[in-house]
């Protein structure tokens, strides 16, 4: 009797812990689309209303990316999906851009092998052989349960339309005024100033969607949308040709698949970074049990910062296209390889990079891609990520085709040891090759918790969409905070070089950021971006969805 009258606390106790935090985002019974605009939810939450599945859903809201958030939905780039069904089967889809035929190694170099400014991220020279097209037929075509018309048809009535500018959109055009005219001269569409309030109507792309409509992916990387595109690049001074449209796949992968505590983690494997990055993080915070101290103090923080800085270095080095470079994985997943990683690690004082690798660079930070998460009535998910990469991609706008085009070849390295515009360090695994996919950040990631789908996760975020990621899954499992508190949370970031950890503004205490300068931590104090705009979903013990869509931007969930 003493021994039950003891262990009745332990056991409440363990039951309040293991209380998962009530929903404070949108709760539906059925299914979610959560995404960068209310428009392109709502587009792909209806396929799945009149019967379609999520990766109809998934082929829906891609292609409505593409008219109501131009900033990084698109047409003219690519991206990648993870996928679980509802029998459990996993898989991944790589619609990353390809270097075009013409494309070598020292392409950004000039006689002196230094890096020619702009060459690699403004304009033609910028652009890589776009993939998201292919990416929505492979899936449509090996998946999805509807007519591909019935997928695109209400994305050209919204093309036709116009869709609505907000706030936001209206400041994010209006920064990016004097490059679209340097780029594409005055009379271009996105000259113009467009106030919130606006409506902005797309009758050109419209019209190249009705071509990918009427003639499926041959509408776009042959015949006459891809004649028009390659020249219009050529004559723009780029390298992308209609036999490089032409030979374009988008290629089935398996994602990286681990396990951290009770979850199993389904991510996607290279040529994203991702799944191989946050792989290692969790391991090496594993044996530290980081859910036993409070949310965003000090200690979490270094852990978490010191497990990146680590994951990041090897990143930077090893990672590439795995069709042209053998990727250790074995060694880079083992996990006495990653407890020897932490060997050095202490709560006492900050590791410096320069004991982990070498080098002092800038970096600049970006949101400039986009990411969704679905999931149907069924129990299939899909975590997307799709980018341009800067926002607008090259800022090179095709006015008779009615699309950005992306300026994907920055993401290789220009020349190894040199930081790309998000501050990343690449090395010879990711050099320029014809035809190879250039190295990206991208995670979007699926989580399994006791062999039940959890959470469906991702985010924009150039080099900080790892952490993001990475932070947003602990919220929620380690600090028990329900998805939209874990989406809202304030971020922080470190990527090995350069060696600073930055903090969202406003989201961290003074005193939180002087006892970690005490112990050694470079802080970034200057003006510092947002971290990336996560759009999540949990599924609650009930089987109801929580929507997490990012306060950060117009991200908006939509279900029913």
């Known amino acids: 009797m003493r021994r039950l009258i003891l262990a009745i606390p332990l056991l409440l106790f363990i039951q309040c812990k293991q209380q998962p935090a009530a929903p404070t985002g949108l709760v539906t019974e059925k299914a979610m689309v959560v995404s960068a605009r209310e428009e392109a939810s709502k587009i792909g939450s209806e396929v799945m209303?009149?019967?379609?599945?999520?990766?109809?859903?998934?082929?829906?809201?891609?292609?409505?990316?593409?008219?109501?958030?131009?900033?990084?939905?698109?047409?003219?780039?690519?991206?990648?999906?993870?996928?679980?069904?509802?029998?459990?089967?996993?898989?991944?889809?790589?619609?990353?851009?390809?270097a075009p035929l013409a494309a070598h190694k020292d392409m950004y170099l000039d006689s002196l092998g230094n890096v020619i400014p702009n060459m690699s991220t403004v304009g033609a020279t910028a652009v890589g052989v776009p993939g998201t097209v292919a990416g929505v037929f492979e899936v449509h075509e090996k998946f999805g349960s509807l007519p591909f018309s019935e997928l695109i048809e209400p994305v050209i009535a919204l093309a036709e339309r116009g869709v609505v500018v907000t706030e936001k959109q209206a400041k994010r055009i209006e920064s990016y005024h004097d490059r679209f005219v340097e780029v594409n001269g005055d009379s271009t569409k996105f000259a113009q100033a467009f106030k919130a309030g606006d409506t902005i109507k797309y009758p050109m792309l419209a019209k190249t969607l009705t071509a990918i409509k009427e003639k499926g992916k041959d509408g776009f990387y042959k015949g006459e949308v891809a004649e028009k595109l390659a020249s219009f690049i050529q004559e723009q001074g780029g390298f992308v040709t209609v036999e490089d449209l032409e030979r374009y796949e988008a290629k089935w992968r398996d994602p990286v698949v681990f396990n951290y505590k009770d979850l199993r983690m389904i991510s996607m494997s290279p040529p994203s970074s991702g799944g191989v990055t946050i792989n290692q993080i969790f391991k090496m915070i594993e044996p530290h049990n980081i859910g036993k101290y409070d949310h965003n103090t000090a200690r979490p923080i270094q852990l978490f910062t010191e497990a990146a800085r680590r994951a990041y270095a090897d990143r930077n080095y090893f990672l590439g296209d795995p069709?042209?470079?053998?990727?250790?994985?074995?060694?880079?997943?083992?996990?006495?390889?990653?407890?020897?990683?932490?060997?050095?690690?202490?709560?006492?004082?900050?590791?410096?990079?320069?004991?982990?690798?070498?080098?002092?660079?800038?970096?600049?930070?970006?949101?400039?891609?986009?990411?969704?998460?679905?999931?149907?009535?069924?129990?299939?998910?899909?975590?997307?990520?799709?980018?341009?990469?800067?926002?607008?991609?090259?800022?090179?706008?095709?006015?008779?085709?009615?699309?950005?085009?992306?300026?994907?070849?920055?993401?290789?390295?220009?020349?190894?040891?040199?930081?790309?515009?998000?501050?990343l360090i690449g090395a010879e695994a990711n050099s320029i090759a014809p035809e190879k996919r250039m190295l990206s950040s991208m995670t979007p990631t699926i989580v399994e918790k006791d062999g039940h789908l959890y959470l469906v996760v991702g985010t924009p975020g150039g080099s900080t969409i790892i952490t993001a990621v990475a932070q947003t899954i602990l919220n929620v499992h380690e600090f028990n905070l329900s998805m939209q508190e874990a989406v809202n949370a304030p971020r922080f970031h470190h990527q090995w070089l350069p060696d600073y950890v930055v903090f969202e503004p406003d989201g961290f205490s003074k005193e939180l950021i002087e006892e970690l300068k005490s112990k050694g931590y470079k802080i970034n104090e200057e003006r510092t971006p947002i971290m990336g705009k996560v759009d999540a979903i949990r599924v609650l013990p009930d089987g109801k969805l929580e929507g997490g869509a990012d306060r950060r931007g117009d991200d908006t969930a939509v279900g029913f």
């Open 323 to 423: 069709d042209f470079v053998d990727i250790p994985l074995g060694v880079l997943l083992d996990d006495t390889y990653l407890q020897n990683r932490m060997k050095d690690f202490s709560f006492d004082n900050a590791t410096l990079s320069s004991a982990v690798g070498h080098g002092e660079v800038e970096i600049v930070e970006s949101s400039e891609t986009t990411h969704y998460s679905i999931v149907d009535a069924q129990g299939n998910a899909i975590s997307a990520t799709t980018t341009l990469n800067g926002g607008f991609g090259s800022k090179l706008y095709s006015e008779e085709l009615g699309f950005f085009l992306n300026n994907e070849m920055d993401d290789f390295s220009s020349k190894p040891g040199v930081p790309n515009m998000f501050g």
């Open 49 to 98: 209303r009149k019967g379609g599945n999520a990766f109809d859903a998934m082929v829906a809201t891609e292609l409505a990316l593409a008219v109501a958030y131009p900033f990084a939905g698109n047409i003219g780039g690519g991206g990648f999906i993870v996928y679980r069904k509802n029998n459990g089967e996993i898989g991944g889809l790589d619609y990353r851009e390809k």
